[in-house]
């Protein structure tokens, strides 16, 4: 179990920071369409977060364990399969690592792999870490990370003026996607308690699943893509910048959590399934400005020499927020729950309208990029 959760590991590792890159080779520096194609990239990503569950999760409850691991293994040959068929019809860039590992280091690699992998099992083994703390070391480990991408980014020879300006322009959008996650995150942790215990999961007499509530977020995002797609190609160069939407989504977010408190004091399947729809639909929105936006915003302002590590700089915010909202969600108590929705609400909108006073001298040290 552990070996294959590791290989699951690497194989994301090396699949989403690239596939990323891959996205952003395919529009200009400042070509306004950029925001929509990774939108829709985005929507593609959902589809799979969508049906991969319902199909492994049927197979397994109706077949067995293996079956629906199997058809995990299938989906992901298949989409192997299509790359290497299509992989022609990139641009001759795409094809070429801007500075490759020298083939003489590639042991440095494989030994960093294995020494993290062997540091992560004795600090496990040894009880330093446990499932108590494993929040604070993933957020500590994933804050520290993006940190030292930072630092090699900014000061690296390969860098030139404008690149390290970007750079440091990315570190509050950095910070506002930690934020970001550490609420929305909370889809898995927090709201699946809530809908457990108040939501009225009746529908006609049927019962959703607790945990298809984990889906409705994906099924927004496939719903609503489109429609943001075609927003940010009707708009082109008028288009509000993305230190902007990144401030809007923490304001929407903040608003979601908000909505909860008319319902705060609602006793066994009382809330209405309907308004958790509506809240998660605040949330997709906020998702919509923010995610695909910033995988778009990485790959613009990363230098050249380091697209696929700001795009990991990204994927790491994710992980900074995620651990996080595991720590915010210790928080949560199901017999007091106003003061949790209006504190982690508020503040967050009150992030958001402050990420949004940054917006100038971000696009400033952007130096042409928005």
């Known amino acids: ?32 369409r950029r925001d929509a194609g990774f939108t829709i990239f985005y929507m593609g990503v959902n589809i799979g977060a ?9 197979l397994q409850k109706n077949i067995g364990f293996h079956y629906g691991f199997g058809a995990a293994a299938v989906g992901m040959a298949l989409g192997l399969i ?14 070429v690592a801007v500075n490759p590992l020298p083939k003489k280091k590639l042991y440095l690699f494989i030994v960093a792999i294995v020494v993290v992998v062997l540091l992560a099992v004795i600090l496990w083994m040894t009880k330093i870490v446990t499932p108590e703390n494993l929040d604070w070391w993933i957020a500590g480990i994933s804050a520290g990370a993006a940190a030292c991408y930072f630092i090699v980014m900014h000061n690296s020879p390969q860098t030139n003026s404008d690149e390290r300006s970007r750079v440091l322009a990315y570190i509050p959008f950095f910070i506002t996607v930690v934020v970001f996650w550490s609420m929305y995150q909370q889809i898995f942790g927090v709201l699946t308690v809530y809908s457990d215990t108040q939501l009225n999961r009746s529908i006609f007499g ?44 923490l304001v929407l977010i903040g608003i979601g959590f908000l909505m909860f408190l008319p319902f705060a004091e609602a006793g066994p399947n009382e809330t209405p399934l309907l308004w958790v729809c509506l809240t998660l639909a605040v949330f997709v929105f906020g998702e919509l400005l923010i995610s695909p936006v910033g995988l778009s915003f990485s790959t613009k302002v990363a230098p050249k020499v380091f697209q696929s590590q700001m ?3 990204f994927f790491l915010a994710s992980g900074v927020g995620t ?48």
């Open 50 to 58: 969508l049906l991969g569950p319902l199909l492994t999760g049927l």
């Open 311 to 313: 795009i990991a700089v």
């Open 1 to 32: 179990m552990a070996a294959g959760l590791i290989l699951v590991a690497l194989g994301s590792g090396g699949l989403k920071a690239n596939a990323s890159a891959l996205v952003g080779e395919l529009y200009d520096e400042k070509d306004p």
């Open 82 to 95: 299509i790359y290497f068929t299509g992989r022609k019809s990139l641009p001759p860039e795409a094809h």
């Open 323 to 370: 651990a996080m909202s595991g720590v915010l969600g210790g928080y949560f108590d199901t017999a007091n729950q106003a003061p949790y929705w209006l504190s982690v609400g508020g503040t967050t909108v009150v992030l958001g309208l402050l990420a949004l006073t940054l917006t100038k001298p971000m696009l400033k040290l952007l130096r042409g990029i928005r």
């Open 206 to 249: 049927w019962e959703m699943p607790i945990n298809w509530i984990q889906l409705i977020p994906a099924f927004f995002v496939i719903v609503f893509a489109p429609l943001f797609a075609t927003m940010w190609m009707k708009l082109g160069p008028k288009q509000i910048s993305t230190p902007v939407k990144a401030g809007l989504s």
